[in-house]
């Protein structure tokens, strides 16, 4: 439903400035020291890891995520994202994008990333675990002692969900998982897995469901990695081959993997709000530093007015799409921004600070290569890294395409209906 209140604030609230006050503590006295031990490890680091024979994050680079990841769910970092009753911190968006932008301006591609609970975390969907498993799986993915991930892609399925293969057949009480998942994050690491599924075919968007599974679930199976532009090591394979599920593992109802996974899918594009804005002005930061420095000529390169009009450019599309996602995210705090189903404007909204985001990041990010000539362009520097970064974000979650097909739509749709 929507609220009745009044428009919200877009300034960090008492709590939020508590929460960042606390992380940056918790950057210097735990996150830094586990960051200089693994740099003693040959392992790379957690921007550029080595990857295993199999293509895999080093293991010592995901056990010092999980550490962090561990460590900031005692101390409540993980995730202020789930509601209070559920074990969160209950923020809403607005103030998620302040903690977001935060933790990724302080913590530019170190480990501090791992604190805040990402693809790996609890979402909204995990809010619809059932009562009878939610002390099992809910309270430690919320706390951080245990690891998740969202199995939607398949080889031959991206954004079209309707036509995906993997199915669950009902037998007695139970439900029998078959199908493959690729392109999934942490494939190789995460402990459970929220599937969609197919498990009445021809019934539209009631035709999926969503389960819970559990990496120890007899018949399920981690395949190959699926390398990317991202080197990571973190993109693999999923196989299900007769997992017998019972009902309890079904997330929300049958028939509702639709809306849960595009309550999952809504989440990751909100994200983007704070995310961007916060390495947008690290790379910003980075490009005055590198341009006050860097010499031609005898003078800072600073100086030149081609180099000031790329930061200028930067500053301009990080300041704008900030400013677009604040916005937008205290609109979705009145309208509910997983609310299922949603409220009719809600998809345009989430689909405008996606793709403005994506798109403006993008450019930030390519400028910022273009300021650091040479250093930039070296593998393992941030701006290289944050360049691949960029571009992948342009796919996943819904490419930069089908936002505009939901923009238009919701435009449309109010246009027609007034």
Same mark, same amino acid.
């Not at 809403?92 to 604190?115: D, I, T």
């Given at each position: 439903?929507?609220?009745?209140?009044?428009?919200?604030?877009?300034?960090? !609230?008492?709590?939020?400035?508590?929460?960042? !006050?606390?992380?940056? +503590?918790?950057?210097?006295?735990?996150?830094?020291?586990?960051?200089?031990?693994?740099?003693? #490890? =040959?392992?790379?680091?957690?921007?550029?890891?080595?990857?295993?024979?199999?293509?895999?994050?080093?293991?010592?680079?995901?056990?010092?995520?999980?550490?962090?990841?561990?460590?900031?769910?005692?101390?409540?970092?993980?995730?202020?994202?789930?509601?209070?009753?559920?074990?969160?911190?209950?923020?809403?968006?607005?103030?998620?994008?302040?903690?977001?932008?935060?933790?990724?301006?302080?913590?530019?591609?170190?480990?501090?990333?791992?604190?805040?609970?990402?693809?790996?975390?609890?979402?909204?969907?995990?809010?619809?675990?059932?009562?009878?498993? +939610?002390?099992?799986?809910?309270?430690?993915?919320?706390?951080?002692?245990?690891? !998740?991930?969202?199995?939607?892609?398949?080889?031959?399925?991206?954004?079209?969900?309707?036509?995906?293969?993997?199915?669950?057949?009902?037998?007695?009480?139970?439900?029998?998982?078959?199908?493959?998942? #690729?392109?999934?994050?942490?494939?190789?690491?995460?402990?459970?897995?929220?599937?969609?599924?197919?498990?009445?075919?021809?019934?539209?968007?009631?035709?999926?469901?969503?389960?819970?599974?559990?990496?120890?679930?007899? =018949?399920?199976?981690?395949?190959?990695?699926?390398?990317?532009?991202?080197?990571?090591?973190?993109?693999?394979?999923?196989?299900?081959?007769?997992?017998?599920?019972?009902?309890?593992?079904?997330?929300?109802?049958?028939?509702?993997?639709?809306?849960?996974?595009?309550?999952?899918?809504?989440?990751?594009?909100?994200?983007?709000?704070?995310?961007?804005?916060?390495?947008?002005?690290?790379?910003?930061?980075?490009?005055?530093?590198?341009?006050?420095?860097?010499?031609?000529?005898? #003078?800072?390169?600073?100086?030149?007015?081609?180099?000031?009009?790329?930061?200028?450019?930067?500053?301009?599309?990080?300041?704008?799409?900030?400013?677009?996602?604040?916005?937008?995210?205290?609109?979705?705090?009145?309208?509910?921004?997983?609310?299922?189903?949603?409220?009719?404007?809600?998809?345009?909204?989430?689909?405008?600070?996606?793709?403005?985001?994506?798109?403006?990041?993008?450019?930030?990010?390519?400028?910022?290569?273009?300021?650091?000539?040479?250093?930039?362009?070296?593998?393992?520097?941030?701006?290289?890294?944050?360049?691949?970064?960029?571009?992948?974000?342009?796919?996943?979650?819904?490419?930069?395409?089908?936002?505009?097909?939901?923009?238009?739509? =919701?435009?449309? +749709?109010? #246009?027609?209906?007034?």
């Amino acid at each position: 439903m929507a609220s009745t209140e009044g428009p919200r604030s877009i300034e960090p !609230t008492g709590r939020v400035l508590d929460y960042t !006050t606390r992380f940056e +503590r918790f950057l210097e006295d735990r996150v830094a020291p586990i960051e200089a031990e693994l740099a003693t #490890k =040959g392992a790379g680091s957690s921007a550029v890891p080595t990857l295993d024979h199999d293509g895999r994050m080093h293991p010592a680079v995901q056990e010092a995520r999980e550490q962090v990841r561990r460590e900031a769910g005692a101390l409540g970092f993980y995730a202020p994202n789930i509601s209070a009753k559920f074990g969160g911190g209950g923020f809403s968006r607005v103030e998620m994008h302040h903690v977001e932008e935060f933790v990724y301006r302080n913590s530019g591609l170190g480990l501090g990333l791992a604190a805040l609970a990402w693809t790996e975390g609890p979402s909204p969907a995990h809010e619809y675990l059932s009562p009878a498993i +939610r002390q099992q799986y809910l309270d430690p993915i919320v706390s951080g002692q245990m690891s !998740t991930g969202f199995a939607n892609t398949e080889p031959s399925v991206g954004s079209d969900f309707l036509a995906m293969g993997t199915h669950a057949v009902k037998d007695g009480s139970d439900w029998i998982l078959n199908g493959t998942k #690729k392109w999934i994050t942490s494939a190789a690491f995460s402990d459970t897995f929220l599937v969609t599924c197919v498990t009445e075919p021809g019934a539209g968007t009631k035709s999926l469901s969503m389960f819970l599974v559990d990496a120890n679930d007899p =018949g399920f199976r981690r395949g190959v990695d699926n390398p990317s532009m991202m080197n990571d090591g973190l993109t693999g394979e999923l196989h299900f081959d007769n997992i017998r599920l019972p009902a309890e593992r079904c997330v929300g109802e049958i028939g509702s993997g639709f809306a849960l996974a595009m309550s999952w899918i809504n989440w990751r594009r909100l994200c983007r709000g704070g995310m961007c804005a916060g390495w947008g002005s690290w790379l910003v930061d980075r490009a005055i530093e590198h341009a006050q420095q860097r010499t031609s000529g005898g #003078k800072p390169i600073g100086e030149l007015q081609a180099v000031q009009h790329l930061i200028a450019q930067m500053d301009l599309d990080t300041y704008q799409a900030r400013a677009t996602s604040l916005v937008a995210q205290a609109e979705l705090d009145q309208l509910g921004p997983f609310s299922i189903p949603l409220e009719r404007e809600a998809p345009r909204l989430i689909s405008l600070v996606k793709v403005i985001n994506d798109e403006a990041f993008y450019r930030v990010a390519d400028r910022a290569v273009q300021v650091h000539g040479a250093e930039g362009l070296s593998l393992g520097s941030p701006e290289e890294k944050l360049f691949r970064v960029a571009r992948n974000l342009r796919i996943p979650a819904g490419t930069t395409e089908i936002q505009y097909n939901a923009i238009s739509r =919701g435009r449309l +749709r109010n #246009k027609l209906s007034g």
